[in-house]
């Protein structure tokens, strides 16, 4: 059955069941949040810091079409080819026609070096360059893992963080028909050989943007590994996608911007390549590009602006609120079953697609513990936006058992005692169940969905 008609928690509960990977998915989100903590703790006054985050973002919201065409104006003086996209096919089209062009120039196949972009992966573009003929290369080494397995991402920063060493010497053996050993050192050299090749091969180089500067029609790319770079360099060609509401509108913005995107994501304090690019090489420069188009890329976006919902195009895609989900650590990002994954994916999918069904029903993949709202440095109000959501999309005949209990619990924690009471209750409750193994292994009736995982903890006396 295709995998986008099967039901979340069927998807759910089969990633519940692969301990590989929830191991690996624990290891790596476990390590990036303990990252985060102890670098935000770096900055004199992180708080200060992230709400003028969010102030610089919302600004940039409310104020998006001045702002894009501001920055369209600058960069177009600048050189750089602008194209709006309204949709993922307006955008697919403009760079198969990009393509064409380089074939019809006479370089056919046509080879493309691709640096990170989920915004690429939302429309799907790999699939369509290569339907079309064209050879395309992944330099995000994550990014070719995931490539050479044939999936999507499954973490907005570390797209394999489901796979081992073991997993990736096996894809790796196989592109390369000889043994590659599972050991870091041997895969890197061999990543590094390989992907050397294609950036010196490449026609055209592909590359997201994390944000776009308005003050002088300037894109920003942050990586850790130099193919950003490559990619913006080395080709005659460069296409960068990006989000329409990607903007901002000074260096001094961008500046707050980039104190907190590395932070949040990996623990950096800055990432390890900062690429501005302002427009194609000029006459006295010896590299870049003789082209550089941005595709600004709607799809979606302008109808969730000024809506109850727009927070939502707040964020910077730092993958923080997925590394202290209890939902994406246990089940990773394949579950989800959409490009964007974890709290922040649960909230934009449904917005972005309110057709799709598969979106729609991940409201439903929160506890609502309010984690990821905590975490995010622009301040998205996460879990409240999935609420809203939930509300949106409740519908009004959710069964009486359903509306009865969630009306006793509203009274019974709407008053000191009987919510006292309750505790004591649930206590007594844990306490016995916790002392009987087999209770503690499987609880009974709906209870034992939490305990086929889990096992009941010991209650403090
Ligand atoms: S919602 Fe916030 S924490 Fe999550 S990816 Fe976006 S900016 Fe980061």
Redesign the pocket.
Known sequence: MNDVAVRFVTRADRELRNDRVRAAVRHTTSLLAANRSTALDGLADPDAVRDSAHAIRRRAIDTLPQLLDRWAARATANGIIVHRARTAADAVRVVLDLADAQATAGHSPVRIAKGKSMASEEIDLNDALEAAGHEVVETDLGEFIIQLAREKPSH?IVPAIHKSRFDVAELFTTDAGRPIEPDVDAEAAYARARLREAFLRADIGITGVNFAIAETGSVCLVENEGNGRMCTSLPRVHVAIMGMERIVDTWAELDVMLALLAR?ATGQALSVYTNIISGPRRDDELDGPDEVHVIVLDNGREAIVGTEFDDALL???????LNVCPVYRNIGGHAYGTVYSG??GAVLMPLLRPDDPASRELSEASTLCGA?TE????R?P?HDLLLRERHRDAPGDASRLRRVTFRLWSVAWAHPLSYRISIHVVRAILRLSSRVPKLARRAPGWAGAWTRDRVVPRVRR
């Open positions: 907005l949040s964020c910077i895609r730092c993958g923080a609120c709290p922040i990821c975490v995010c440095p622009v998205i996460l």
